[in-house]
């Protein structure tokens, strides 16, 4: 099992990108109001107020990119979650070539191999005997433009008969190691290679338009990579298609193209043609069989990195309450199954409003209070104050994650306006697309697990 750890600085930026998604199953929760600390000259006000909780499947965009933001794809498979069941991860993508207009293919070439550097992030069930891969490489046979909308149900019309397969079983124990490429003291950062076919993939590079990137995407519309199943696959590793600044041509995502010169046929060379995330289209497909998810709904939440389920929440009776000064609003979710574990949990979980778009497909927005704007005047995250942040709870001498979410903001907002407030829960992932779970309480007999929303008011109007 690899854990992964979001630094703060990392958790605000995936916070600020564009967020999608939708539907679910249900509970009741009361509300606890005894928060207030010892002291407090306030006049305070509980009120106990229902909540309803179910479990929602989450579809996700999984082309949205942000400048300076890490571009992550999964390729795996999942097999035996014993809960969400089974998932397979794989991956659209474009290349193009080094320079906008006046490249030229070298001649003399020798072979060509797609490169995808690892992320050094696996998750799942990392041994060495439950992770065997193969994966294989196709050519995409329609138009595949970057300013499209792909989201994890998407897919492309590609050549079923492979380009290239890895010639060796990948595992997670291989891929942590750093490559070999020529001699022995050249070694890169550890990445897959998929050798490809010279004589079906040269003649569709020869005949693409290098005048420009668009030109070139418009004739050579990219590849899709994907995971053979052998039997035995219970991870999914994450691989970085942009560049890590590592300056060699194993550090993005590309195809490498190894020739030689006719003087000196026995000196290897390489040029490449690499994945660029201002030009070229991306996504990552999300398969799943929910049919083999063995999710008891009535008594659990169930949570997981988008895409996939979330936590959907409701207030009941929030219109018919009188106004008051909101102090604190906490959203408490304890995970039911003792940590460590080899499907783990988000670091952070955190709230959105949820919605429709105009395709019908469910979007979230952010909430009251996600950002604020400091003395200075300038915006700045509110995710210090949002919290949200697994911490360590014992419960029966077993120890559990559990997680704090604020939202008094939104719950004023709630009052205010007389509406109920809605608020859709998931984990935030790193850019790890389908990665982490949560089996949380909901309406289970022990009260110490049950998910509750914690209110404190001042002064009743």
């Known amino acids: 099992m690899t854990k992964r750890t979001l630094s ?34 306030l006049a305070i006000v509980g009120e106990s107020v229902a909540i309803v909780a179910r479990t929602v ?94 989201y994890n149900f998407s ?40 050798p490809l076919d010279v004589n079906v993939l040269l003649p569709l590079l020869q005949n693409a338009n290098y005048s420009s990137f668009a030109d070139f995407l418009g004739t050579f519309n990219g590849l899709y990579v994907r995971v053979q199943d052998n039997g035995g696959n219970n991870c999914i590793p994450y691989f970085r298609l942009d560049d890590n600044a590592s300056g060699n041509a194993y550090s993005r995502a590309g195809i490498v193209v190894y020739y030689h010169e006719t003087a000196a046929p026995t000196v290897v060379l390489s040029n490449v043609l690499g994945f660029n995330p201002e030009n070229c289209a991306f996504f990552n497909k999300i398969d799943y069989d929910q049919t083999a998810a063995q999710l008891d709904t009535a008594n659990f939440l169930y949570l997981q990195g988008r895409p996939g389920y979330s936590i959907e929440i409701s207030t009941k009776d929030v219109k018919n309450l009188p106004n008051r000064i909101v102090n ?47 003395s200075t005047g300038t915006t700045a995250s509110g995710l210090n104050f949002i919290n949200g942040k697994a911490t360590k709870v014992t419960i029966g001498g077993n120890v ?12 004023q907002k709630a009052l205010i306006e007389k509406k109920e407030m809605t608020l859709r829960i998931t984990g935030i992932n790193g850019g790890y697309i389908g990665a982490f779970r949560l089996k949380a309480g909901k309406d289970m007999s022990g009260s110490d697990f049950n998910i509750r929303l914690n209110v404190v008011y001042s002064g009743v109007e």
Not at 165 to 190: E, F, I, R, W
């Open 8 to 41: 703060r600085f990392t958790a605000i930026t995936i916070l600020m990108a564009a967020l999608f998604l939708q539907t679910g199953c249900r509970e009741n929760t009361i509300i606890n109001t005894n928060l207030t600390p010892s002291g407090d000259s």
């Open 57 to 150: 499947y989450s579809p996700f965009l999984t082309n949205t990119y942000t400048t300076g933001q890490k571009v992550i794809m999964g390729l795996g498979r999942i097999n035996a979650d014993p809960e969400i069941g089974w998932m397979d991860a794989s991956m659209y993508m474009q290349v193009v070539p080094g320079q906008s207009s006046g490249y030229a293919l070298p001649a003399n070439i020798d072979s060509i191999v797609l490169v995808l550097p690892y992320s050094g992030f696996t998750y799942g069930d990392t041994s060495m005997s439950s992770t065997p891969m193969h994966y294989s490489a196709h050519y995409i046979t329609e138009a595949f433009p970057r300013d499209a909308q792909y």
């Open 155 to 194: 897919s492309k019309t590609y050549n079923t008969t492979a380009l290239g397969t890895t010639t060796a079983t990948v595992s997670y124990q291989t891929l942590k190691d750093s490559v070999t490429v020529g001699d022995q003291a050249n070694k890169v950062a550890p990445h897959v290679r998929i």
């Open 328 to 374: 604190k609003a906490e959203l408490v979710i304890t995970e039911v199954t003792p940590t460590p574990q080899t499907y783990f949990e988000p670091e952070y979980l955190y709230p959105y409003v949820p919605g429709l778009n105009t395709a019908g497909i469910d979007t979230l927005k952010l909430i009251e209070g996600a950002f604020y704007t400091s």
């Open 400 to 411: 559990y994650n559990r997680y704090t979410i604020n939202v008094p903001r939104e719950f």
